[in-house]
């Protein structure tokens, strides 16, 4: 939110590469479980299965009524 109060952000230090290192590896950590999760989201997705949705009678009724021929893009 906009509104909310932010921390000031610590700092590494130049002479002190490990604080570095360890912030690298977090973030690369944080990613990779991101990556992981979204994976098992649309395995999950992919896996799911219902019926075919039935198409109702009066939608055939319309398009048999209507008056004007479909364009070839429409068609696809």
Known sequence: SPHEKKRPRN???LND??????????????VQKMVVNLMELYL???????PPYRKPEAMDQFA???PYEPTPDQNQ
């Not at 590469?17 to 944080?30: F, I, Q």
């Not at 999950?44 to 219902?50: G, K, V």
Request: net charge positive.
């Open 11 to 13: 700092l590494s230090k």
């Open 44 to 50: 999950q997705r992919m896996r799911q299965r219902r």
């Open 64 to 66: 048999s009524e209507f």
């Open 17 to 30: 590469p490990s604080t570095w290192e360890k912030r690298r590896l977090k973030g690369k950590l944080a």
